[in-house]
């Protein structure tokens, strides 16, 4: 996994849902330039990139390319499991993280007991209804 990542990362930590290298500054982060094929080898795990915040309590970006994708602009599911990570670093149940992608995001995370709570600004761009055929 650190080879398709431009700057070597201090620690990879591995979840359910992906690979998580962190790095020791803002910039670090803002700087990696990801290798998206060997990244996609990885499958089926994706690749977050962390660090503390120069503004914010930590900064990411998530990378994809093993489920069909590139960068992603704001992944609030892969904040549900940096959030008690952060949480348990900094000593606080209370946390703003941004991510730094190009589009970026500001996400408010929350860590309560065994659950992550994550709020944030977003735009709605489809409304539908799903049916579920009974078994």
Known sequence: MILGLSIRPQEVLINQQAYVA???TEQEVRSVVPELNLLSTLGPLDVVVIARGDEHD????YFWPANGGDEDPV?????AALAPLWSDRLGRSELVAMQVSRR????HCRVED???YISGQAVQYLEGTIEIPEA
Do not use: A, C, E
Request: charged share 15%; net charge positive.
């Open 58 to 61: 930590f900064v990411s970006r």
């Open 22 to 24: 962190i790095y020791g």
């Open 75 to 79: 992944t609030g599911s892969i904040h």
């Open 114 to 116: 065994d659950r992550v």
């Open 104 to 107: 970026s995001g500001l996400l």
